[in-house]
């Protein structure tokens, strides 16, 4: 659940394993947006496009903070399902002329295969997939929920900059190096170290440590740290770390309902201050 001065958003996540086993997403959700002062229920969508979207949208934004200063750019992203069509989308819709290429790796060779022709085909980007050594990459963006590391080691060099969207993808030298030498950024800090289920958290808690308890001695900071303004320089390697804050579903479906309203001639009268990010 989530609200802000106008509006209530509900949140309902229905999610089992076997659903693969009968030709179903995992997960399913609705989001349901109420006016805030009666309750009154105003409008439903699919909680499941609406979160994806705002999960994509990460990607330019840590092209705005972690590459603002790049001509152009060479991508290497893991996965090839729904998160990842948005994050290609999203990086086309907000960098496509600073992008050099994007390679597509996958656990499946023939989804990444199909997911490279459907991407080019619909963006017109140079999207690839295939085995081979995509060489020097600027970003890794990973969009999986894998229970391992998958992204080798020297394909995290030096200069790297990480996008983690899914789950325990990264191994533990880059951790650390990171920590050590790097800078750290997570959208909330305190929700990263609650959800839990990604490499930077779980880095601490098989350690009997907590994510949010160390993040100041490892100057791990949340997006919304002034200090993140533009122009800020960061240190490399650099990590930031999304696990998807629920209020972003709320002004993503409140975004929607005033559209539709607007194009149905009843919108609101006077505008709530605009969301964070992009939606």
């Known amino acids: 659940m989530s609200a802000n001065a106008r ?34 229920p105003l409008a439903q969508f699919d909680g499941t496009a609406v ?18 200063h790049g001509e152009r750019l060479s991508i290497c992203l893991y996965g090839a399902g729904p998160i990842a069509d948005c994050v290609v989308d999203d990086l086309h819709a907000h960098h496509a002329h600073r992008i050099n290429r994007i390679h597509v790796c996958s656990r499946r060779p023939p989804s990444a295969q ?37 992204v080798p ?11 983690h969207l899914g ?5 533990v030298s880059f951790i650390e190096a990171v920590l050590a030498r790097g800078s750290v950024i997570c959208d909330d800090v305190a929700s990263v170290c609650h959800r839990n289920s990604q490499s930077l958290p779980l880095y ?6 907590r994510l949010s308890d160390l993040g100041g001695l490892f100057r791990i900071r949340s997006l919304h740290d002034r200090t993140l303004g533009h122009g800020a320089v960061l240190a490399r390697p650099a990590l930031m770390t999304c696990v998807g804050l629920p209020v972003l579903d709320l002004y993503l479906a409140q975004w929607l309902y005033e559209q539709g309203a607007a194009a149905a001639g009843t919108a609101h009268t006077t505008a709530p201050p605009p969301p964070p990010g992009r939606a």
């Open 167 to 171: 789950g325990d993808e990264l191994p």
């Open 153 to 163: 080691v020297d394909r995290l060099h030096p200069d790297v900059a990480v996008l």
């Open 51 to 68: 979160s994806a979207r705002r999960t994509g949208a990460y990607a330019s934004i840590a092209v705005d903070l972690l590459l603002a």
């Open 7 to 40: 509006y209530c958003a509900v949140k309902i996540v229905g999610s089992n394993a076997c659903n693969h086993a009968l030709g179903l997403p995992r997960s399913q959700s609705q989001l349901i947006l109420y006016d805030k002062l009666t309750m009154t």
């Open 204 to 209: 601490f808690s098989r350690q009997n440590l």
């Open 114 to 150: 199909a997911f490279a022709a459907a991407a080019a085909a619909r963006t017109g980007l140079d999207v690839r997939s295939g085995d081979d050594d995509p060489g020097h990459v600027d970003l890794v963006i990973t969009a999986t929920n894998a229970g391992s590391p998958i």
